[in-house]
């Protein structure tokens, strides 16, 4: 049966470039709407599609062919018969983060242990390669720290670059047990829910935040996990986290120019203006004043 999705309104990933053969995109819908992302790629291509929030599916041959994508599974697509060009739908608040690598480059990656991926192998060239499991909680860590982080704009490719290709290497390790006896209790998806919750939860009541007790309590782990868990999948403490992001909201509202600073200063949770310009400040090296005059 054919999918209609006549009347679905186009949504834009977000691309990143990392190198020749390489390429990153974000799909993000934070509408109320279902959105339709298409993205045209080559059969060259090796498509790696990791949803780490609600629904999408996958439409081939003009809808006759659905392929569903529910959060905290990936998907390995590889043709090299057809072309498989993205045609992403995805469900209000949604997420999926693709990494697309040329069949060359990935070989030139693993260059004399290429024979251990299966599709790299010399007895599977020309053959399709289709395999869809839970995203691993290493590999969870690493796709939250893509989505949340404090990098400098300048500084972003260089980072998603090194993510990208740490991404690469946890789904091809075949000792990914060992890569969590660093941090033992992370080692099953649930305690990474846990963690997420707390920042979805720090994040919605960022002007009055719970204290550690409370959030550790509401999310059901104990303090020391949440801390230690915290630092593991975001790369920063519970509240240096909480700063960033209402930082990151500060400079988004400014740059609207709908809000004045004592204005955006209230939004983001602080009680007077001089709390926040001081924050802001040490945050970014300039005022708020400055920061709009930059714009």
Do not use: W
């Not at 930082?247 to 007077?272: C, H, I, P, Q, W």
């Amino acid at each position: 049966m054919k999918y209609n999705n006549k009347n679905i309104a186009k949504g834009a990933p977000e691309i990143t470039i990392i190198d020749k053969g390489l390429i990153f995109l974000k799909h993000i819908n934070n509408s109320n709407n279902t959105l339709m992302y298409n993205f045209e790629i080559d059969k060259s291509y090796i498509q790696f599609h990791f949803c780490t929030k609600g629904n999408s599916k996958f439409l081939f041959n003009e809808g006759s062919y659905v392929f569903p994508l529910v959060s905290d599974k990936s998907i390995l697509l590889f043709n090299p018969n057809t072309e498989l060009p993205l045609n992403l739908l995805l469900t209000s608040n949604s997420l999926v983060l693709s990494v697309l690598i040329s069949v060359t480059k990935l070989h030139g990656l693993f260059s004399n242990e290429a024979a251990q991926i299966s599709f790299l192998n010399e007895n599977n060239i020309g053959n399709k390669f289709y395999k869809d499991q839970p995203i691993e909680p290493m590999i969870s860590i690493v796709l939250n720290q893509m989505l949340n982080h404090s990098i400098d704009r300048s500084m972003y490719k260089l980072y998603i670059r090194s993510k990208v290709f740490e991404l690469i290497s946890l789904y091809f390790n075949k000792k990914k047990e060992l890569s969590v006896e660093q941090c033992p209790f992370l080692n099953d998806n649930n305690n990474i829910k846990k963690i997420k919750t707390a920042k979805d939860i720090i994040i919605s009541k960022m002007v009055e935040p719970p204290t550690l007790n409370e959030l550790a309590a509401e999310v059901n782990i104990s303090l020391k996990k949440l801390k230690e868990g915290f630092k593991q999948v975001y790369g920063s403490s519970v509240y240096g986290f909480l700063l960033d992001y209402k930082m990151e909201v500060s400079k988004s509202l400014l740059s609207s120019k709908d809000y004045n600073v004592n204005e955006v200063a209230l939004k983001v949770g602080y009680s007077t203006a001089s709390h926040f310009i001081n924050a802001f400040k040490k945050k970014n090296g300039i005022t708020p004043k400055k920061y709009l005059m930059s714009i």
